[in-house]
């Protein structure tokens, strides 16, 4: 932004600041509202806008400044952490690029496109070597798709309350470009004997995972664009895999090389991370789909009631293992359920947004949501789930979420 | 013989073209395992992919302090990253102490990572010597290799881990709920 637009868009956020404290109140009445001055004709009517952006890529409104990605900070070394996609304060069911959520294991690296390769060997007929170029060159789909982290919603296992953006945030959806994997792996001819893809990423973790093979050819994509622009750096630009429904860790971003094998590698990230701890002592590995999981957005704790009367509880829902057929919403904890309404696209593996209308009143409620997917799975409570998992685990956590609603109209989360 | 590699021999045999067997689109370039060799770093659990090399518990203390306490602790304890050592025991208790020597399944997975990812301010700066010796290192101070152990491709496959049958398969789904609508619990 040059310096005549930021001294304009400070001029522009100094007059408007008065409006906008107006609406500050938590619970506001018909009756508040009614006692406001006349309308006035704000400054930004009466006075010529900001010059058009050429050369700047777009950014939200100064006022949207607080929707931003953030993290737990608990993390211990640069480039090895999490942060998170501000749910609290989206509307849709795709992330804006700037906001998908970010977990990496060695840092962000700077990939130059034309130097990056792609390289496919082992069990195949004839090991082949691409370029970006030629990547892009294969028959291309589009598709949306979430992407979750397997420690999503992690909180959940340890009763640790947090926003809808610290508990549910490492969950984001695009519309992602390229190539489906099957079509790369005919290239090279897979032998019959290759069960497993190791896929490795390029940077300094050299990130790498076992897939099967099955998952390779049913519908794993190899994407170089999110939402339309090329990926992120830190989502894996120039190239990552994309597989729906799975978890996100599988999804290896910056990705180099894809080697067939008879057997999975054993990494790292299989064994000694993303495998689940369970009450008896053994852990559960290769958990690799995400189950069914919904969440309320609208109220949430970044979202406190502000009127009393009519308004719309909204969120989202999801499944790993295809399209949600139902979401049910209970505003009493638990006791009775009332149907959602789901909007469409309803898509495979993507983020399903739902709505019900309310009528609140000042009473204290406890509010949540229950997902069903149309394998017929439904949404369990955390009850149902510590019950078979115990505790110890740190992945997969898909209950229901409940939010408590105060009679100020404030929201926390609570376990039910 | 595979039955690809059969139709190719019949293809072959009979004379005729194998475009059906060739690449469809033609594009990328055709390389060789020895081409890529630089690349591929993979160490399964059988021992593929592990170089020619060995190292010693006496070589990797002295590069463990210089180039991994820093992060991990002199004693593997774990400071600004992951505790390596101990946590034998309680993988039962609800709060379990995941460490190499307590929690990984294969001697195979410290050198496939160590040597892609560690140090993690210079990855892949390690020798396969040096490599070998931070790994006996690390197996030595959980107690699993002697003080006088020296591993290679052939020896270190070998090392039986703890917690090797420690791990299941996916059952899910393993939780269930009705969808009850009405007077619900």
């Not at chain 1, 069990?123 to 982290?149: A, G, N, W, Y």
């Not at chain 2, 090399?53 to 180039?67: A, D, N």
């Amino acid at each position: 932004m040059t310096t005549t637009s930021d001294g304009s868009r400070r001029r522009f956020l100094r007059q408007t600041a008065a409006i906008g404290a107006t609406f500050g109140g938590v619970v506001a009445t018909r009756d508040a509202l009614a006692q406001e001055s006349p309308l006035v004709v704000p400054p930004w009517t009466k006075t010529p806008g900001l010059p058009l952006s050429e050369g700047n890529y777009g950014m939200p409104s100064p006022f949207e400044k607080n929707v931003v990605r953030r993290g737990r900070k608990d993390y211990r070394m640069p480039g090895s952490g999490s942060i998170m996609t501000p749910h609290g304060n989206l509307r849709g069911t795709i992330t804006p690029s700037g906001l998908v959520f970010e977990r990496s294991h060695g840092g962000v690296p700077e990939v130059d496109p034309a130097q990056h390769r792609l390289v496919i060997h082992g069990l195949v007929r004839q090991p082949l070597i691409f370029t970006m170029d030629d990547i892009v060159r294969f028959p291309s789909v589009s598709k949306i798709h979430f992407l979750e982290c397997s420690g999503n919603t992690s909180q959940g296992w340890m009763n640790r309350p947090a926003t809808v953006q610290l508990s549910h945030g490492l969950l984001s959806s695009c519309e992602w470009t390229g190539v489906m994997l099957s079509t790369i792996l005919d290239e090279a001819g897979v032998a019959p004997n290759a069960s497993w893809l190791i896929a490795e990423g390029a940077d300094s973790a050299g990130l790498n995972r076992s897939i099967p093979i099955a998952k390779c050819l049913e519908d794993t994509m190899l994407v170089y664009a999110q939402n339309g622009e090329a990926l992120r750096p830190e989502n894996g630009y120039p190239l990552r895999l994309l597989l729906p429904g799975w978890e996100g860790n599988m999804s290896i971003k910056w990705v180099r090389r894809l080697r067939l094998a008879s057997e999975p590698a054993m990494t790292r990230w299989e064994t000694a991370m993303y495998t689940e701890s369970m009450p008896d002592g053994t852990a559960r590995q290769f958990t690799f789909v995400m189950e069914a999981k919904s969440v309320i957005t609208d109220p949430a704790p970044e979202r406190p009631l502000r009127a009393h009367g009519f308004m719309e509880i909204r969120g989202i829902a999801w499944s790993g293992n295809g399209r949600i057929k139902r979401v049910d919403v209970s505003t009493d904890g638990g006791r009775n359920w009332r149907q959602a309404e789901l909007h469409d696209p309803v898509l495979n593996r993507a983020l399903t947004r739902f709505t019900l209308p309310w009528q609140w009143k000042g009473e204290p409620a406890l509010i949540m949501s229950r997902a069903m997917d149309e394998t017929g799975y439904v949404q369990p409570t955390h009850r149902q789930l510590v019950a078979v998992r115990g505790t110890a685990n740190r992945y997969h956590y898909n209950a229901i979420q409940p939010w408590q609603i105060a009679g100020d109209g404030k929201v926390t989360n609570v376990f039910a | 013989m595979s039955s690809r590699n059969r139709v190719l021999l019949m293809a072959a045999l009979l004379g005729l073209s194998t475009s059906l067997l060739a690449q469809t689109y033609q594009i990328g370039r055709k390389t060789t395992e020895a081409q890529i060799a630089p690349w591929v770093i993979d160490a399964f659990p059988s021992g593929a992919g592990l170089p020619a090399g060995k190292g010693t518990v006496g070589e990797g203390r002295k590069l463990y302090e210089t180039r991994c306490a820093a992060c991990h602790g002199m004693k593997g304890e774990g400071t600004l990253a992951d505790r390596l050592v101990g946590g034998m025991d309680t993988l039962k208790s609800g709060r379990p102490v995941k460490t190499v020597g307590s929690y990984w399944p294969y001697a195979t997975t410290l050198y496939d990572y160590v040597n892609r990812a560690m140090p993690y301010d210079s990855p892949q700066s390690f020798t396969p010597n040096e490599v070998y010796s931070v790994v006996a290192y690390v197996l030595h101070m959980n107690g699993i290799v002697g003080a006088d152990a020296t591993l290679d491709a052939a020896t270190l496959p070998k090392v039986k881990m703890p917690n090797s049958a420690g791990f299941t398969t996916d059952p899910r789904p393993d939780v269930s709920n009705i969808p009850c609508t009405r007077d619900c619990k």
